[in-house]
């Protein structure tokens, strides 16, 4: 059983820099054709990508964010990361990391969320 678990502040000021991490278990985020991703949900609107991280570490963002955003990994944790810098209101959501099967390209497992806002 895969299981993903977000974690960080939940507060954040606007400006400064958003810093997630998800801690995997039941499988190797190095497993071949898996990818690691952040998905968020503002509030009143639907999922939104942010990134993901693949099993060879290459990174892929959504161009709207890309500038803002770096995800890495720590193999050994068997965890990864999330920063996404110079944070505003609108970037104030519930923030998923979730499994993306390569070989359906499609979202398998999901951690449970973590809520993040920005405010001063």
């Known amino acids: 059983q895969v299981q993903l678990q977000e974690s960080g502040p939940g507060l954040v000021k606007p400006s400064q820099t958003l810093s997630l991490t998800c801690t995997v278990s039941g499988d190797s985020i190095a497993a071949l054709r898996f990818y690691w991703a952040w998905v968020r949900q503002p509030p009143g609107k639907g999922l939104e990508w942010v990134g993901y991280i693949s099993y060879l570490g290459n990174t892929y963002y959504n161009p709207s964010l890309e500038s803002r955003t770096s995800i890495s990994r720590n193999t050994s944790n068997n965890q990864f990361h999330l920063q996404l810098t110079s944070v505003t209101p609108e970037d104030t959501a519930m923030y998923y990391c979730?499994?993306?099967?390569?070989?359906?390209?499609?979202?398998?497992?999901w951690g449970q969320g973590t809520q993040v806002t920005v405010s001063s």
């Open positions: 979730a499994r993306l099967d390569g070989s359906i390209w499609s979202f398998d497992y």
